[in-house]
Nanobody, 117 residues
């Protein structure tokens, strides 16, 4: 069974870069079976898809976040990462990494990131 674990700072200052890493176990991030997503949920709001990195390294981003988002991977560590630039308090959310295409099959537990000075 695939397991995902997010890690990264819980507090980021406005205008800085939010960086999170997802460590995957129970499945290879290079397997064609899988797609690796970042999803977030701001306080009092619904889930928002941020972006995905496919098994071959191809990336796709939410149009509303595309200009500030980068997803990369480290195949040696079986990890993928999110960078969100120029953050504002509106980027405060619980960030989840998740595996799935269309429908999420596996979720990480989520990590809360607060953007505040």
């Amino acid at each position: 069974q695939v397991q995902l674990q997010e890690s990264g700072p819980g507090l980021v200052k406005p205008s800085q870069t939010l960086s999170l890493t997802c460590t995957v176990s129970g499945g290879s991030i290079t397997s064609s079976m899988y797609r690796w997503n970042w999803i977030r949920q701001a306080p009092g709001k619904g889930l928002e898809w941020v972006g995905v990195i496919a098994y071959d390294g191809t990336t796709y981003y939410s149009p509303s976040l595309k200009s500030r988002t980068s997803i990369s991977r480290d195949t040696g560590k079986n990890q993928f990462s999110l960078q969100l630039n120029s953050v504002t308090p509106e980027d405060t959310a619980v960030y989840y990494c998740a595996q799935g295409l269309g429908v999420v099959d596996y979720w990480g537990q989520g990590t809360r990131v607060t953007v505040s000075s």
